[in-house]
Nanobody, 116 residues
Framework: QVQIVESGGGLVQPGGSLRLSCAAS????????MSWYRQAPGKERELVAV???????NYIDSVKGRFTISRDNAKNTVHLQMNSLKPEDTAVYYC??????????WGQGTQVTVSS
């Protein structure tokens, strides 16, 4: 069964940190580019960070220097380390697996709330 499950969300104060995790199963994880998206209330879903199947990374400008994406192909997991969190980072964060010519795979999302 193809599946992605996110975890690690929660409530954190501004300036704090969270580490999101994404556990994948049912597909050849190492061959997929893995991404984190987020969707804030009333806004469109946006791509936050991506790590390719060969380990290349990219980030949207607003999180550069604060977020780090990583993957462990032995454990079929991808992480998003989020530091110096801001209220505008509040959103539901989704993990995505993508491989050319194949349907994208999405998780159910995990809520991140940054508030004092």
């Amino acid at each position: 069964q193809v599946q992605i499950v996110e975890s690690g969300g929660g409530l954190v104060q501004p300036g704090g940190s969270l580490r999101l995790s994404c556990a994948a199963s049912g597909f050849i994880f190492s061959r997929y580019d893995m991404s984190w998206y987020r969707q804030a209330p009333g806004k469109e879903r946006e791509l936050v960070a991506v790590i390719t199947s060969v380990g290349g990374t990219n980030y949207i400008d607003s999180v550069k220097g604060r977020f780090t994406i990583s993957r462990d192909n032995a454990k079929n997991t991808v992480h998003l380390q989020m530091n110096s969190l801001k209220p505008e980072d509040t959103a539901v964060y989704y993990c995505n697996a993508n491989r050319r010519f194949l349907p994208a795979i999405w998780g159910q999302g995990t809520q991140v709330t940054v508030s004092s």
